[in-house]
T-cell receptor
Framework: NAGVMQNPRHLVRRRGQEARLRCSPM?????VYWYRQLPEEGLKFMVY????????ESGMPKERFSAEFPKEGPSILRIQQVVRGDSAAYFC???????????FGQGTRLTVV | AQSVSQHNHHVILSEAASLELGCNYS??????LFWYVQYPGQHLQLLLK??????LVKGIKGFEAEFIKSKFSFNLRKPSVQWSDTAEYFC???????????FGTGTKLQVIP
């Protein structure tokens, strides 16, 4: 059973471009979480999704950021019109049920130049 | 809102020294507690977790943590560290339900051979 797969591992974008980060949860996991880790900070919760539904997006910036977890395919975190402050490591985690531990992917390191 | 404090940002130890990393959380209700480790260039891995039961939790690689409810603490310990324990350690908490986890800022541990 492959772990949580995130791609790309590294992503470089110019200011104003769009960034798309993908996360394939572990097999059988229908709960997906996105976290962001800014330099020298801990991980901050962004959004929690189940298949086709956003359950909690309280940690998402109000503008430019969106997330989806379609019925088929990976979860996508989309950042429009990126700015330098979006440079961070973005981690995805998945869990099989609501109150069980989540397993993390290796993260996508986004650099905005 | 819940929060997590890790008191030590950087710790340097010699091999065979004992380790204790402090973690305090603020939340008055039922909590689940975690310690994660992130080795250089790798994803977050779960070291141990506390959901209920015995407050002294044994994890992988010889780590353990003790949940002291009265002190809102969940300190991580290892009696004798190895060079391979060099990594960043994150304490985390969630208040039950889904895995919207709040992380501490992390402690970077460097073990000197």
């Amino acid at each position: 059973n492959a772990g949580v797969m995130q791609n790309p591992r590294h992503l470089v974008r110019r200011r104003g471009q769009e960034a798309r980060l993908r996360c394939s949860p572990m097999k059988g996991h229908s709960h997906v979480y996105w976290y962001r880790q800014l330099p020298e900070e801990g991980l901050k919760f962004m959004v929690y999704l189940q298949k086709e539904n956003i359950i909690d997006e309280s940690g998402m910036p109000k503008e430019r950021f969106s997330a989806e977890f379609p019925k088929e395919g990976p979860s996508i975190l989309r950042i429009q019109q990126v700015v330098r402050g979006d440079s961070a490591a973005y981690f995805c985690a998945s869990s099989p049920q609501v109150n069980t531990e989540a397993f993390f992917g290796q993260g996508t390191r986004l650099t905005v130049v | 809102a819940q929060s997590v404090s890790q008191h030590n940002h950087h710790v340097i130890l010699s091999e065979a020294a004992s380790l204790e990393l402090g973690c305090n959380y603020s939340y008055g209700g039922t909590v689940n507690l975690f310690w994660y480790v992130q080795y250089p260039g790798q994803h977050l891995q779960l070291l141990l977790k506390y959901f209920s039961g015995d407050p002294l939790v044994k994890g992988i690689k010889g780590f353990e943590a003790e949940f002291i409810k009265s002190k809102f603490s969940f300190n991580l310990r290892k009696p004798s560290v190895q060079w391979s324990d060099t990594a960043e350690y994150f304490c985390a908490v969630n208040s039950g339900g889904y895995q919207k986890v709040t992380f501490g800022t992390g402690t970077k541990l460097q073990v000197i051979p």
